[in-house]
């Protein structure tokens, strides 16, 4: 499981890192949900992964832990896909 709160990465720097097919979707994939805002950052789009998708998923607060909006942006080398809800599960993590 993925823990947002430490590791949470922007769409630029998802980008800086992907393959140029990954960056080329990512972006896309930010453009297209930014679509759906007034006045909203760049920055304020970050890349998670559900399901074993990447999304694009838009930050609402920025304390942490931070809070995403519920509407995502999945995509992957191929293709974007719909716009999908964010269902959140909560979970306990072990430390050892």
């Not at 922007?10 to 097919?21: G, I, L, M, Q, Y």
């Not at 960056?23 to 399901?51: P, S």
């Amino acid at each position: 499981m993925t823990n947002y709160i430490e590791d949470i990465k922007t769409v630029d720097r998802f980008a800086a890192e992907a393959s140029p097919k990954l960056k080329e979707k990512a972006l896309a994939a930010k453009d297209y949900l930014k679509g759906r805002y007034e006045n909203v950052n760049d920055k304020d789009f970050v890349v998670i992964e559900v399901e074993g998708y990447h999304c694009i998923a838009l930050i609402k607060t920025k304390a942490k832990p931070c809070i995403l909006d519920d509407i995502i942006a999945p995509f992957d080398e191929q293709s974007l896909y719909p716009l999908q809800e964010l269902v959140t599960q909560y979970a306990f993590k072990i430390y050892r």
